[in-house]
């Protein structure tokens, strides 16, 4: 990524090596994996991953509409990456959890990116990295509006 910084501001800067790294990511994925799992997938998969809790919940975690998440779960149960089932306090909602296969995609997705972290580290240092993940941790004090 060769960018002239000057000329990108720093919304773009930081969207750009987001797509790198997802890009990246789905890269070293299908090298073992023949199974395509979204950003929006893998966002939902790891709300759920060692707990079971409800579809509506998970709609309000991930900042997708209830329409949308339920779509990306009826991919997800298609995909035999999780098991939706009736919640017992209440008939209207669904509870959903990873299956076993869907805990083993998650844990090898999670290992990918610990070696891409591990890489960046080895780039640009641990104390800039630490210094990274605490500016991106930050309150930035944007609020939902500016």
Do not use: P
């Not at 797509?19 to 990511?25: E, K, S, Y």
């Not at 707990?51 to 991919?75: E, G, L, M, W, Y």
């Not at 891409?116 to 630490?130: N, V």
């Amino acid at each position: 990524m060769h960018v002239e910084v000057k000329t990108v501001d720093l919304i773009d800067l930081i969207s750009e090596r987001h797509v790198l790294l997802r890009t990246l990511n789905d890269r070293l994925w299908h090298k073992s994996h023949d199974l395509h799992i979204s950003n929006s997938e893998w966002f939902i998969m790891a709300r759920i991953y060692k707990k079971q809790t409800t579809i509506s919940h998970v709609a309000k975690q991930v900042d997708i509409s209830r329409q949308a998440t339920h779509k990306f779960i009826k991919n997800l149960e298609a995909k035999g990456l999780v098991e939706v089932s009736r919640a017992q306090h209440n008939n209207k909602d669904k509870c959903i959890r990873l299956t076993q296969f869907g805990e083993e995609c998650f844990e090898h997705n999670e290992a990918i990116k610990a070696k891409l972290e591990a890489k960046i580290i080895a780039s640009i240092g641990e104390e800039q990295a630490d210094q990274l993940k605490r500016l991106l941790t930050m309150d930035w004090g944007l609020g939902t509006s500016v």
